[in-house]
């Protein structure tokens, strides 16, 4: 079955505890049970990357999928496709032109979410 991964890196954060109720906010969210594994992030103090692996539904375009699911949780995304290798790749980089569905989405800073490659 196809997994995709969801990778978000936080911002303000100074502990694993908001991490993982962030954690547990985008799982609700997505409807997902999932995978997940919380890191301090080593490039800042105040950060942590939250990773979500998750089943999708194989009898509905995969592109799609990801693209209802990111959405959800905000906006925009930039969106890669590698035709060849099918894959599909979305990027999220905070802005302040950024459609943050819930406040407490407020803290993240960059996110990834492609298809799972293990």
């Not at 995969?62 to 790749?89: C, G, H, K």
């Amino acid at each position: 079955m196809t997994k995709l991964r969801l990778t978000v890196i936080t911002c303000n954060q100074k502990t694993k505890e908001k991490a993982q109720k962030l954690s547990d906010l985008m799982k609700s969210i997505v409807s997902t049970d999932s995978f997940e594994q919380i890191d301090k992030y080593t490039k800042s103090n105040d950060s942590f990357k939250i990773s979500l692996v998750f089943d999708c539904d194989p009898t509905l375009n995969l592109a799609n999928q990801m693209i209802e699911i990111a959405d959800r949780l905000f906006a925009p995304w930039t969106t890669y496709f590698d035709r060849t290798n099918n894959s599909v790749d979305l990027i999220y980089n905070k802005t302040d032109s950024c459609q943050i569905r819930r406040n407490e989405f407020n803290v993240i800073d960059w996110a990834e979410f492609q298809i799972d490659e293990e």
